[in-house]
């Protein structure tokens, strides 16, 4: 079955998933407070009927952004991108783009720990973009941290905008004449998808856990839909602990752009014969994308379970702090541009946790220095870079100044 078979049987899979995630998502809010966000999700999931329902929400929404992805992979090496039917490629864009939104704010609702740490942690990673990037991670977590205004903003996202702007979306693709030409196969396996999707909510638990604490040191891992985007930031990382924003930014900028750009690139008519290179293309960045997510999976939790938290510098001997080695730790913290995301005595950003009374969880110098060379080993998922090119000295001069932090 060609490309253009598959997005036939794909279009009604994506309507079932979108009018259920629609559906429940409407019974939800009736049920939802977002002055009262942890406790009113407590008692949704309490309730044998609604928990049954924020399930199914929980899985369409998932189901949405697999099936909008793979529907635009198959628009893409179909070819059917060029003119004069660009205006479908934009509209299975614009779908997929409007799915990850919703995920995105949809995470942040139940504010427990798991959602609260990982709006900081995005919102974190948008701050590292230069020029834009303080003003940009200001307006998403309206303010200068994320607190109770940072869920507002994301529940008037999630509930008003992006409703509004699917509602756009739904009366244009039935204008492009998106939901035409339905294959029989599709009707035949809509049903095995619905009783799919139904197991899922009867059986599969969604991640919940205790209310949003922000003086605890959580350790969020990144959800699946944006573990691509992880993979991107931490290998820019490695090659230069400056250069995050170009994973994290530039790189899918570019991508976006190429994408909405596509059909002037390829001029031909959809119907004109397909470039083998582009479907090679297509094929090549699919699986490195893919290999990017695995790698990255490789130290990511089960979304299922709480992290777990390691001790404080459990292990660690906790030995004199040396006072000459702490005075140059000092002046290093500033040489190194620390300051450019923790705060130490008032002065710095708060992108990371401030750093102003470390020493009194992590007394141990020599933790300090094992977390400054690897940060993924005590926090899976953290975007702070490595720093295990230190010459020895500077990284023991770092860790003795952390753990004089009092």
């Known amino acids: ?218 350790s969020a891992r990144p959800e699946w839909y944006v573990l691509p985007l992880h993979a991107s930031l931490n290998t820019a990382q490695k090659l230069d602990p400056e250069a995050g924003w170009i994973g994290s930014a530039l790189i899918p900028g570019i991508l976006i752009a190429l994408l909405v750009w596509l059909p002037f690139l390829f001029k031909s008519r959809a119907d004109e014969a397909r470039s083998p290179w582009l479907s090679l293309g297509a094929i090549t960045s699919s699986t490195a994308a893919l290999v990017f997510t695995l790698t990255a999976a490789q130290n990511v939790a089960s979304p299922i379970r709480e992290p777990e938290q390691k001790s404080a510098s459990a292990g660690y001997p906790v030995i004199p702090i040396d006072e000459q080695k702490a005075a140059l730790g000092a002046r290093l913290i500033q040489e190194r541009r620390c300051l450019k995301c923790h705060i130490v005595n008032g002065e710095g950003k708060d992108k990371g946790p401030e750093l102003t009374h470390v020493g009194k969880k992590h007394p141990s110098a020599q933790w300090h220095m094992e977390h400054l060379k690897d940060p993924e080993k005590f926090f899976p998922g953290t975007t702070m870079p490595t720093y295990d090119d230190l010459p020895p000295e500077q990284l023991e001069a770092l860790a003795h100044y952390l753990a004089s932090l009092k």
């Open 1 to 218: 079955m060609g490309a253009l078979g598959w997005q036939q049987i794909l279009r009604p899979w994506i309507l079932l998933m979108l009018v259920g995630a629609i559906m429940t998502g409407v019974v939800l809010l009736m049920q939802y407070r977002v002055d009262e966000a942890h406790a009113s999700t407590q008692r949704i999931l309490e309730h044998p009927i609604f928990s049954v329902i924020l399930k199914l929400h929980h899985w369409a929404s998932a189901a949405l952004i697999l099936l909008s992805a793979v529907y635009l992979l198959l628009y893409l090496l179909s070819g059917a991108f060029r003119r004069p039917t660009h205006a479908r490629w934009y509209g299975a864009l614009a779908l997929f783009m409007l799915a990850m939104l919703f995920q995105l704010t949809g995470h942040a609702l139940p504010w427990d720990q798991r959602a609260f740490w990982t709006v900081a942690i995005e919102t974190a990673i948008a701050g590292g973009i230069p020029l834009i990037g303080d003003g940009l991670m200001i307006a998403l977590r309206a303010g200068e941290s994320v607190t109770d205004a940072t869920l507002s903003l994301w529940y008037r996202w999630h509930v008003y905008f992006l409703s509004a702007a699917m509602a756009a979306w739904l009366v244009w693709s039935v204008r492009l004449g998106w939901w035409r030409d339905w294959s029989s196969s599709a009707i035949r396996w809509s049903p095995a998808l619905l009783a799919a999707w139904v197991a899922c909510g009867l059986w599969l638990p969604v991640p919940f856990g205790a209310e949003a604490d922000p003086q605890t040191n959580y």
